[in-house]
């Protein structure tokens, strides 16, 4: 009886990631379903799931997990889906240089240690494959949200040159850009906001009051367009199961529009289109 197929994915106590890992695991997937707080992990075992602690800013954490998983699989793994992220609202004249330190080791370097590791193990067993949540704001940027999309750029960045540089191996790497998806991001954001932004002290603090304030901490209910988290596990099924995935796969109407107008409008007239927003 064949084995089935190993998936480690981070970033899985709501949302994105923990739909993913449900939905892998009821097509038959292996799946080591990852949180950064051991309650979440404790959670997702009652569930079903396979689940360990995988903190992306702590070294440390991610090679105990990897070596975890590996032991459990006998040292092999057949794919990595980098999902955990954080965003830090805010104007960017007012995000102190820390705020940016933080943002970036979650979803940025920590995605780069994981991977530097796995890449390991793929290339020995002879293949593998890397998928990358990025977003919508991973190329096209858009107001009070410049530390989270500066984040996600540098991770479209550093995964298109991994993929060129991947090409002469077995290993796919691939990226997944979601627009608006129901999670707890904005819920989990308003902790960072509040630790690291001093609005009452800027000079844009009535645009925070009028404009940011009560988006970040009303529950409005959904977005337009805003997709459910399924429907990234549907395009990630394909990125995994497909003998020949996509180099990309966009998630959600805004993701579309945004992709297409990029391509077409020159840089004043987006500008003009993404400031009014």
């Given at each position: 009886m064949q084995s089935p197929k190993t998936i480690?994915?981070?970033?899985?106590?709501?949302?994105?990631?923990?739909?993913?890992?449900?939905?892998?695991?009821k097509r038959g997937w292996r799946v080591f379903a990852t949180c950064r707080q051991q309650v979440d992990c404790d959670r997702l075992t009652a569930e079903g799931?396979?689940?360990?602690?995988?903190?992306?800013?702590?070294?440390a954490s991610i090679e105990t997990a990897v070596a975890d998983v590996l032991s459990r699989t006998g040292?092999?793994?057949?794919?990595?889906?980098?999902?955990?992220?954080?965003?830090?609202?805010?104007?960017?004249?007012?995000?102190?240089?820390?705020?940016?330190?933080?943002?970036?080791?979650?979803?940025?370097?920590?995605?780069?240690?994981?991977?530097?590791?796995?890449?390991?193990?793929?290339?020995?067993?002879?293949h593998g494959?890397?998928?990358?949540?990025?977003?919508?704001?991973g190329f096209v940027g858009l107001k009070w949200r410049g530390a989270y999309v500066s984040t996600k750029f540098a991770l479209e960045g550093l995964t298109d040159v991994l993929r060129l540089e991947m090409r002469d191996t077995p290993i796919k790497i691939i990226l997944?850009?979601?627009?608006?998806?129901?999670?707890?991001?904005?819920?989990?954001?308003?902790?960072?906001?509040?630790?690291?932004?001093?609005?009452q002290?800027?000079?844009?603090?009535?645009?925070?009051?009028e404009k940011l304030r009560p988006r970040l901490y009303s529950d409005a209910?959904?977005?337009?367009?805003?997709?459910?988290a399924a429907a990234v596990t549907a395009k990630l099924v394909h990125a995994l199961?497909?003998?020949?995935?996509?180099?990309?796969?966009y998630v959600t109407t805004p993701t579309y529009l945004m992709a297409a107008l990029r391509r077409i409008l020159p840089t004043r007239a987006l500008d003009w289109f993404l400031a009014r927003t």
């Open positions: 480690l994915i981070t970033g899985c106590s709501s949302g994105i990631g923990y739909d993913a890992a449900h939905g892998l695991a799931l396979e689940s360990l602690v995988l903190d992306l800013t702590d070294e040292g092999t793994l057949d794919a990595l889906y980098n999902n955990g992220a954080f965003a830090v609202p805010g104007a960017v004249e007012d995000l102190p240089r820390q705020a940016l330190r933080e943002i970036f080791e979650v979803n940025l370097f920590g995605y780069h240690d994981l991977t530097c590791r796995v890449i390991k193990v793929m290339r020995a067993q002879g494959r890397i998928i990358n949540c990025s977003s919508v704001l997944i850009e979601p627009g608006p998806i129901t999670s707890r991001i904005r819920a989990n954001s308003i902790a960072h906001f509040e630790r690291w932004v001093d609005w002290g800027s000079p844009r603090a009535a645009q925070y009051r209910g959904p977005d337009q367009f805003e997709l459910p199961e497909s003998p020949q995935p996509r180099p990309r796969y």
